[in-house]
C-alpha cells in the first residue's frame, strides 16, 4: 500500500547550530496561517543509520550513476552484476563478502583525486513510505559518506505529512533530520543526536550496518535506544557479529534482529508439526537435525537452531567445520538425559535467489531409533528442499511446505517492529544457545 504524503517542508540545508529553530519556524509559519490542519506527531523517535556503502563503492569505481538512495534495485544489481564480472567474481546481482571484499580493495587503490563521484546523494530526502505511514514524530538519519577530507557535518530538515483516508482533516506530520559527515565527524556529534531525540518518547535506532562496539557512534546510540534494531542478512561473518548482538543483549540493551522475524514461518510449522498427541513423545526421540539455507549467510541457520535447542534444552557440545561444496557445519548437542543430538548444517547454492541473504531452504528432523515416529521434513515452497527427501531411511516422514512471510523487506518488517518494541525473550533465549555453539568453535580454532 502507497502512503500519500503532503510536503510540509522540502528539505532544506541549514547549519547544524539551526536545526531545533528550524524546526520550530516550519510549526509556527504553518500555524499562523489559520489553517490548523496539521499537528506534530507525539509517538516515537527513530535514528537511523544509513551507510550505503555498497552504492558509494560502485559509484566511485564507476559502476553506478544513478543516485545513492539505500534502495538495491534494479541498477543496483545490474552495477554489483557489472563489478562481479569484471573482477572475474561469480555473477549473483548481489553483495557478497567476497563481493564487497574486492570492491573495497579496489577502492583503496584509487588516488585520493579519484575516489570522489557526483552521484546525488538522496539518502534522507527518499522517504520510507512504511516507516512513515507509522507517524515517527522526529527520524534523524545519519549518511556517512567516503570523503577523504573531514569538512564537519552538513544537515537538511524537512516536515511530511502523511495522509491516512480514515484520520479526518487533521493531518499528523513528521519532522526529518539529515545528517552528514564522514564517520569521524558523525563520531563528534553524538551528543548533538542525543539532544535532538525527544527525550520522553520512546526512541528506535535502526543501524543499517553491522554492529560495531568499538564505534564512538553506535556506543553511544546503544545506550540512548529503547531499542536497537539490525538485520543479520546484512552480514557478511554473521558467526562474529551474532556474538556481538549476544554481548549487547547480556549488556541490558534491548536488541531486535529483524532476520530472527523472518524464521517465523519455520518455527511456527516445526511446532506444530508436533502438536498431534501421538507426535508428542516421539519428539525426546529426535537426535538428528539437518538445515539447509541459501548459501551466503548462516545467520537465519544458525537463529534456527539457537531457537530449537533453546526449546529442547539442549547444550551445546562440539562445533566442526567440515567445508567442501555445502559448507558443512557439524555441531553436536546433548539433551537433559546426556543423548547426542546431531546437527548438520548446509549452504545450499540455488539458482533462483531470493530477496534476502541465508534464507532457510530445507529442515529435516529424525531419530537414528527407527521406529520412533518424529521424522519430520520442512521445505520452501521457492526452493523446494530434494536434499532433505532423498535422505531414506524406514521412518515415514511428516512433509510440509514453508511459506515465506510476504514481506521479508528490511522497511517492512521495520514497521511490524515499531509496534511491539522492547524486550522480545524468546530471542534472547535462542541468541544465547547460538552464542554458546559460536563460542564453542573459537575454542576449537583457538
Not at 546503544?222 to 562474529?240: F, H, M, Q, R, V
Amino acid at each position: 500500500m502507497v502512503t500519500s504524503l503532503l510536503t510540509l517542508q522540502k528539505p532544506k540545508d541549514i547549519s547544524v547550530d539551526d536545526i531545533e529553530a528550524e524546526l520550530r519556524d516550519i510549526w509556527h509559519n504553518y500555524a499562523s496561517d489559520g489553517s490548523g490542519v496539521a499537528t506534530r506527531a507525539t509517538t516515537f523517535n527513530v535514528i537511523i543509520y544509513e551507510p550505503e556503502e555498497i552504492q558509494q563503492l560502485l559509484a566511485a569505481l564507476g559502476f553506478y550513476s544513478k543516485p545513492i538512495d539505500g534502495q538495491h534495485g534494479p541498477e543496483t544489481r545490474n552495477a554489483i552484476a557489472k563489478a562481479q564480472q569484471t573482477y572475474d567474481l561469480p555473477i549473483t546481482n548481489r553483495v557478497d563478502q567476497a563481493t564487497l571484499n574486492r570492491l573495497r580493495q579496489e577502492f583503496r587503490a584509487l588516488l585520493p583525486e579519484q575516489r570522489h563521484y557526483s552521484n546525488a546523494d538522496l539518502r534522507g530526502f527518499s522517504l520510507n513510505e512504511a516507516l512513515a505511514a507509522q507517524n515517527p514524530c522526529r527520524v534523524i538519519t545519519l549518511c556517512p559518506t567516503f570523503d577523504d577530507e573531514d569538512t564537519g557535518v552538513t544537515a537538511q530538515v524537512s516536515a511530511y505529512c502523511p495522509i491516512q483516508k480514515s484520520s479526518g482533516s487533521r493531518l499528523v506530520c513528521c519532522e526529518y533530520i539529515t545528517l552528514r559527515g564522514t564517520k569521524q565527524a558523525l563520531d563528534r556529534v553524538d551528543n548533538l543526536v542525543k539532544s535532538l531525540v525527544i527525550d520522553d518518547l520512546p526512541k528506535f535506532v535502526w543501524w543499517k550496518a553491522t554492529p560495531n562496539p568499538e564505534q564512538l557512534l553506535f556506543q553511544s546510540m546503544a545506550k540512548l535506544s529503547s531499542c536497537i534494531i539490525l538485520d543479520s542478512s546484512y552480514y557478511g561473518n554473521p558467526e562474529s557479529e551474532l556474538l556481538k548482538i549476544h554481548q549487547l543483549v547480556d549488556s541490558g540493551t534491548n536488541v531486535a534482529d529483524l532476520n530472527w522475524y523472518r524464521l517465523a514461518p519455520w518455527q511456527e510449522l516445526s511446532a506444530a508439526s508436533f502438536d498431534p498427541p501421538e507426535r508428542r513423545l516421539a519428539l525426546l526421540e529426535m537426535d538428528q537435525v539437518g538445515v539447509d539455507y541459501e548459501k551466503g549467510n548462516a545467520a537465519q541457520a544458525l537463529l534456527y537452531l539457537g531457537w530449537l535447542a533453546s526449546r529442547l534444552q539442549w547444550q551445546p557440545e562440539d562445533y566442526q567445520l567440515e567445508g567442501g561444496d555445502y559448507d558443512l557445519r557439524r555441531i553436536t548437542l546433548k539433551d537433559k538425559h546426556g543423548r547426542s543430538i546431531d546437527v548438520e548444517l548446509a549452504a545450499i547454492p540455488v539458482a533462483d535467489v531470493g530477496e534476502v541473504l541465508g534464507d532457510l531452504t530445507g529442515l529435516r528432523m529424525s531419530s537414528t531409533n527407527l521406529d520412533a515416529n518424529c521424522c519430520t521434513i520442512l521445505c520452501s515452497e521457492t526452493a523446494g528442499c530434494m536434499r532433505m527427501e532423498s535422505g531414506g531411511g524406514a521412518q515415514s516422514c511428516y512433509i510440509q511446505e514453508v511459506t515465506a512471510i510476504s514481506d521479508q523487506r528490511s522497511d517492512l518488517l521495520l514497521e511490524q517492529q515499531l509496534q511491539r518494541w522492547g524486550e522480545d525473550v524468546l530471542f534472547e533465549e535462542s541468541l544465547a544457545v547460538t552464542a554458546q555453539i559460536l563460542k564453542l568453535l573459537d575454542l576449537v580454532n583457538n
